[in-house]
């Protein structure tokens, strides 16, 4: 069974650090990209960063370049996003994902963690 399972969420105050972990199973995906979309009560999912497989290119939305880092571990099938300086605005349940070959309109094959909470109070 193919599964992508989120931990490290939790709540943590305005410029505080947290770091995400999204650890695959059930199949490699080394090749795959993986990353992370969030959603704030009553806003739609948005992305937040990806990393690709073989190449490990990244990609940050705007607003979290220079604060979020994400990274990969192949040998273990994990990836990372290391979140500092966080603010309220970060906000959300932070859903991780592996698609075979794309980094923003993810596709219906792809597969989805079942999501963290990251609160951030000021």
């Known amino acids: 069974q193919v599964q992508l399972v989120e931990s490290g969420g939790g709540l943590v105050q305005a410029g505080g650090s947290l770091r995400l972990s999204c650890a695959a199973s059930?199949?490699?995906?080394?090749?795959?990209?993986i990353g992370w979309f969030r959603q704030a009560p009553g806003k739609e999912r948005e992305f937040v960063a990806a990393?690709?497989?073989?190449?490990?290119?990244?990609y940050y939305e705007d607003s979290v370049k220079g604060r979020f880092t994400i990274s990969r571990d192949n040998t273990k099938d994990i990836v990372f996003l290391q979140m500092n300086s966080l603010q309220p605005e970060d906000t959300g349940v932070y859903y991780c994902?592996?698609?075979?070959?794309?980094?923003?309109?993810?596709?219906?094959?792809?597969?989805w963690g079942q999501g963290t909470q990251v609160t951030v109070f000021s």
């Open positions: 994902y592996a698609d075979v070959m794309n980094v923003y309109d993810i596709g219906i094959r792809a597969y």
């Open positions: 059930g199949r490699s995906f080394s090749a795959y990209v």
């Open positions: 990393i690709t497989g073989r190449r490990t290119n990244t």
